[in-house]
């Protein structure tokens, strides 16, 4: 029974054309990225940044899925309606961060593990009881000197696995999201080989756990050199080398694959995403398309800046993004296209 509904709920989250936007951000970097347009960090203001979004005319064409906070999910709009309410009645599936955060890990400089096990049974059947049909969790991996360690990925990915079996076992999809950084001057090689050894780690204690891969969703970066690095490869260099990885670490079983952003530029994320549909299309066993935050929130976050009249404006360049993403899905982006709906939402 769980398991129609795992299934269910991870084809609805992959529907064709759509993705997920990730609203999640914890309080401290939302706050952060209101702090750098210099809007209030109060709960106020998130709880009016959400607003937006959730409310934002036509959502639901592009978006198969929206991941709420803590806060967040318990967050209504003015007017008293339920953010998860609003979602819900757009078609669209609520899912809620559920980790808490990456914290150092012990006897490894430089590197993190993602806590948040203790109490998740109970916090996932709580979620669950109000809506919310799907989790993610984030587990961080730094490219460096030396670094990722055995000791980083492993631990990660068993707790990215024990993640995924409770979330199962309470019918809610897991997001699994091992993310490299973009942090470093790493090669688009190097990514690749880290992504490689991430991503077979991660499968494997999926498996270990018993986790019915046909009911999650793998949320993995793009395959990428490094923001530092001096060669920056291009876009179907990037499309390659990703889709290729992909193909070889992840199951055909795995219902879909859906990219952070990372902190790629909107419209670059968008022509990557699209470059990989376009050029795999016929030969992917899953969905692939898109779960990003910044790449979707961004633009809109800046003209917004906290002020009521702006609402409108915001609500278009947030749909104009979504709708860029939704035709990257389809290997159909077009950045001249970008361009001039970026255009029109400015007036
Ligand atoms: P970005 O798309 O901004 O990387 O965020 C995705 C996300 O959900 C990180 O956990």
Same mark, same amino acid.
């Given at each position: 029974?769980?398991?129609?509904?795992?299934?269910?709920?991870?084809?609805?989250?992959?529907?064709?054309?759509?993705?997920?936007?990730?609203?999640?951000?914890?309080?401290? $970097? %939302? *706050?952060?990225?209101? /702090?750098?347009?210099?809007?209030?960090?109060?709960?106020?203001?998130?709880?009016? =940044?959400?607003?937006? @979004?959730?409310?934002?005319?036509?959502?639901?064409?592009? @978006?198969?899925?929206?991941?709420?906070?803590?806060? $967040?999910?318990?967050?209504? #709009? /003015?007017?008293?309606?339920?953010?998860?309410?609003?979602?819900?009645?757009?078609?669209?599936?609520?899912?809620?961060?559920?980790?808490?955060?990456?914290?150092? +890990?012990?006897?490894?400089?430089?590197?993190?593990?993602?806590?948040?096990?203790?109490?998740?049974?109970?916090?996932?059947?709580?979620?669950?009881?109000?809506?919310?049909?799907?989790?993610? =969790?984030?587990?961080?991996?730094?490219?460096?000197?030396? +670094?990722?360690?055995?000791? #980083?990925?492993?631990? *990660?990915?068993?707790?990215?696995?024990?993640?995924?079996?409770? #979330?199962?076992?309470?019918?809610?999809?897991?997001?699994?999201?091992?993310?490299?950084?973009?942090?470093?001057?790493?090669?688009?090689?190097? %990514?690749?080989?880290?992504? /490689?050894?991430?991503?077979?780690?991660?499968?494997?204690?999926?498996?270990?756990?018993?986790?019915?891969?046909?009911?999650?969703?793998?949320?993995?970066?793009?395959?990428?050199?490094?923001?530092? %690095?001096?060669?920056?490869?291009?876009?179907?260099?990037? &499309?390659?080398? $990703?889709?290729?990885?992909?193909?070889?670490?992840?199951?055909?079983?795995?219902?879909?694959?859906?990219? +952070?952003?990372?902190?790629?530029?909107?419209?670059? !994320?968008?022509?990557?995403?699209?470059?990989? *549909?376009?050029?795999?299309?016929?030969?992917?066993? =899953?969905?692939?398309?898109?779960?990003? /935050?910044?790449?979707?929130?961004?633009?809109? +976050?800046? @003209? =917004?800046?906290?002020?009521?009249? *702006?609402?409108?404006?915001?609500?278009?360049?947030?749909?104009?993004?979504? !709708? #860029?993403?939704?035709? &990257?899905?389809?290997?159909?982006?077009?950045?001249?296209?970008?361009?001039?709906?970026?255009?029109?939402?400015?007036?």
């Amino acid at each position: 029974m769980k398991a129609l509904e795992l299934v269910d709920t991870a084809r609805r989250m992959m529907m064709a054309g759509k993705g997920l936007l990730a609203m999640d951000e914890s309080n401290p $970097t %939302c *706050n952060q990225r209101f /702090a750098a347009l210099g809007i209030p960090q109060t709960e106020e203001a998130r709880r009016a =940044w959400r607003e937006l @979004i959730v409310t934002t005319p036509g959502l639901a064409d592009s @978006i198969s899925g929206a991941i709420l906070y803590d806060e $967040t999910i318990h967050q209504s #709009c /003015a007017d008293g309606t339920p953010f998860v309410k609003v979602l819900t009645e757009a078609g669209i599936v609520v899912g809620v961060k559920v980790d808490t955060g990456a914290k150092a +890990l012990a006897g490894h400089a430089g590197e993190k593990v993602t806590e948040g096990l203790d109490g998740l049974r109970e916090r996932l059947q709580a979620y669950a009881a109000i809506g919310a049909r799907f989790a993610k =969790w984030r587990a961080v991996i730094a490219i460096g000197a030396g +670094l990722p360690s055995v000791a #980083c990925i492993t631990a *990660n990915a068993h707790a990215l696995a024990r993640y995924a079996a409770l #979330c199962q076992e309470a019918g809610l999809v897991p997001v699994v999201e091992p993310e490299v950084l973009m942090t470093g001057d790493h090669t688009l090689q190097r %990514c690749a080989e880290v992504g /490689a050894q991430v991503l077979h780690e991660v499968f494997e204690q999926l498996h270990v756990q018993g986790v019915l891969l046909e009911g999650i969703v793998l949320k993995p970066n793009m395959l990428l050199p490094g923001l530092a %690095c001096s060669h920056q490869d291009g876009l179907d260099e990037v &499309a390659d080398a $990703t889709v290729t990885g992909l193909l070889r670490a992840v199951p055909a079983a795995v219902a879909g694959v859906a990219f +952070l952003s990372g902190g790629q530029s909107a419209e670059l !994320a968008s022509a990557r995403l699209s470059a990989m *549909n376009q050029r795999f299309k016929s030969q992917l066993p =899953w969905a692939l398309t898109f779960s990003f /935050a910044r790449a979707i929130q961004q633009p809109a +976050l800046e @003209i =917004w800046r906290g002020e009521p009249g *702006n609402v409108a404006q915001a609500q278009r360049a947030l749909q104009h993004r979504a !709708a #860029c993403n939704s035709d &990257a899905r389809q290997g159909e982006y077009l950045a001249a296209m970008d361009d001039l709906g970026k255009s029109s939402v400015l007036g």
